[in-house]
Each structure stands twice: as structure tokens, then as C-alpha cells.
């Protein structure tokens, strides 16, 4: 079994080069379907999310030529078929292949998506978006099975602001009838970074990026050459890491403006940070203000920064307080924080931190992504040795997350265990 060796207590200095957000390619690349010919998406993060992804394409027929980090495209050769269980639950953004495929064929079936287990996560609104535009959905046992004669443009309402129902119901509209009005959107960068490239394919969507995205449909989108914007999650991350740990740590190709509630609470806590244009820099210093976060959806907190900067909390003095609002269950790395010497109370959505406590290095269990990661940084501040199982959460969504830390003065390794 893989697993993530860390000696902790090292400083970390040096540049970190952040890569391309996984949560906008997971969209990117099953939108790249509705094109009638090849797509260039670069700055592709090269993790596994991403090739489970190419993984469902390649099965659908579509040639994918990836270079490094940037990916071919050919949807042109595609067969719509049933998407199998075996592929679509290996991660959750596989439901992307709902939109995409019914927006182009105004049909698909395919089993429900995997992902990280933080809450029951259903799909509800993405449901009543595609039958808003006039599909019909059916669902035996976990198979979803969806579609129309003809999709036509409506006004859609998200009873929350979701980000992967707001971006499935983009793509389903695009090539839909008339007009489209998706009302209470997510106004994530994310869906900013979809629409941009819906758009670039000759799509013609308005308001991405704020609570009300209009649609109209055309006939037809073309190929295209599009980027990935960089990862705030993975920016926020080693962050925080530098945060704990840095001498000047330099977090490059950034949007510092994605990290806003991030910085607005280091500055809050006593951290210093130099913002730059694309890069910020981060020293740890001599001790941390309490603080409280809610998480919220952007601009507010990032639920996915939630866990990692936890750890962050469990160094200031005093008191800090943590309150989830997105996800049910998304406090499982808080035994794990504890089992190295954490103090973490929880209630229900909220955690109570009291601090500063020093960390030791133990074995953990990754239980999802974000949890995993924050494993990682109580590790890289903690005492000794930590020994992180079920790396594969990891590996999902942090592109050689190994490298990026060793070049920056950290002792990090992948090893075997039993
Ligand atoms: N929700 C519903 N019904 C729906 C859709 C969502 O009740 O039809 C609920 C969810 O259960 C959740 C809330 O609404 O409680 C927000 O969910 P949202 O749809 O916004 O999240 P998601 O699309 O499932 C994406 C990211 C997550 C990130 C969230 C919030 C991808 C593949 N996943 O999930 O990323 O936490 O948005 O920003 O883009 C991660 O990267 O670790 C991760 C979990």
C-alpha cells in the first residue's frame, strides 16, 4: 500500500509553481464534447482526476492526445453510449458527462459519480435544470438515464448555489433553443473559466461570475484553444503550508484575487504575506491570532481550504473557531488532528480549536482530498515522523504534490507499507 512519509519541522523556502484547477479541467475537458472538431486545453494538472476523465472520453471514442500538460481533444469519433459504473464513479466530476452529452445528443445514460465522501451530495439541481430545458430523467438504481426531443432555453433557479449544477446546466443549454437564465449561479472562477471557454467554442453566455448567467443557445460550437486557470485550492494549500513553515515561500502563477478571503484571514491572524501580480510570498512568524472561518460559497471562505487551515488554527493562541456550511461531513481529518496532539472539539457544523498545541508525528488515514491535505501540513509542522495512508485521495487532486514540497526544503516520500 502507498503511502506519504514526512519527517516534520524542516523550513520551507523557494518557489512553489502552482498548477492548473482541477475543479475548472474536470469541466473542461468533458465540455470539450460539444465541439464538432479538436479542442487544446493547456495548463491541464496532471493528476488522476484529470486522467479518469480521459479515461471516459477514450471509451466514448474520442481521440485524446495529451502532451505534458496540455490535451488534445478529438470529439469527433465519439459513440454515445452508456457511461459503466466502473468508470463514473471514480470520481465525482464524472456527472460533467451528463450536461455535456445531453447537450450535444439530448441524450445520455451513465451511472452516478464517485468522489470524496463529505456529505450526501445529491443531484437534484442539475436534474431540474436539465428538465427545465425539457429532458425527462429517469433513474434505476444508481443508472441516471436522461433525455429530450429538443432542449429548449428557460429560467432556471438554484435552490443553491451549486457549483457542479450550475456549470452541467451551461452545458446542456448551450446548444439548446432560445434563451437560458440560470438564477441564484455559482460565482465561482471556475464557472468563469468554463463559460470563458464555452464561449471561445462560439458559445453565447453573459454573467459568468455573477448570481445571474444567460445563455443563448446556438447551432453549433467549434473547436478551440482554451487554459486552465490556476488552482486556488492548491495555491491556498501550500499557503497555509507557508504559513506554518515558510521563509519567504514564494506560491507563483497565481490569481491572488481567487485567495482574497484566504489573505484577508492570514492578515487577521499576524501572517505576513507579500502580494505580487501572479505570486504571493509567505513567512511564518513568531506566533498567530485566533480567528474564526465560515466556509461560504466564492467569495467567501472555500469550503476545500477548510480542512488545511484548521491545522494553521491549532498553532494561534487561544480559541478559533471553525463553521462548515457547504458539505455535512467534512470534518473527518479532525481525529486524526487530534490523535497528533490537536485540541478540536466538534459540534455538529462547528469545531472549537483551542491552541497552541504542538503536533507529533503519528500514522493517519487521508479519508478524502482536502482531509488529506491537511494531514500533509499538520505533518510538514509536526514533531517527527507521520505516515499518511490512502494517498490516493491525494494523488487525485494535487499535481506532484512530492516534487513541489521536496523542492522547497521538505523531507517527503512516497513509500510502501503493509
Ligand atoms: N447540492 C445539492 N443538490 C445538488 C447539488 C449540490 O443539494 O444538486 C448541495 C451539495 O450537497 C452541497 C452544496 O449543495 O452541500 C454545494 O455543492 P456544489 O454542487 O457546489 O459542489 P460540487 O459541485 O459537488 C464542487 C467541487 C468541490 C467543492 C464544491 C464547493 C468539483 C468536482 N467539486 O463540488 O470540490 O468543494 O464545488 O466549492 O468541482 C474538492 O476539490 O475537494 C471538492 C470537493
Redo the contacts with the bound molecule.
Sequence with gaps: MKAIKIVGGKTLSGSIRISGA??SA??LIPAAILASDKVTICNVPEITDTDALSEILEYLGAKVNRASESMVIDPSTITNKEIPSSISKKL??SYYFMGALLGKYKKVSMYFPG??S?????????LKGFEALGATVTIENDLYKVEAKELKGNQIYLD??????TINIMLAAVLAKGETVIDNA?K?P?IVNVATFLNNMGAHISGAGTSKIIIKGVTELKGCFHEVIPDR?EAGTYAIMGALCGSYLKIDNIIPKHLESLLLKFEEMGVDTEVGEDYISISKPNNYKPTSIKTM?YPGF???LQQPFTVLLTQSKGTSSVEET???NRFMHVPYLNKMGANIVTAGNKASIKGPTPLTGCEVEAT???AGAALVVAALVADGETIITNVEHILR?YEEIVEKLTNVGAKIEIVEID
Design positions: 482541477k475543479n474536470v469541466a465525482r466530476a468522489g470524496c463529505i456529505g450526501k451530495r445529491p443531484i437534484n439541481l442539475h443553491i448555489a451549486s457549483v457542479g449544477a455559482a465561482e471556475e485550492i460559497v472555500p469550503t476545500d457547504i458539505f455535512e478524502d482530498l482536502r487532486g
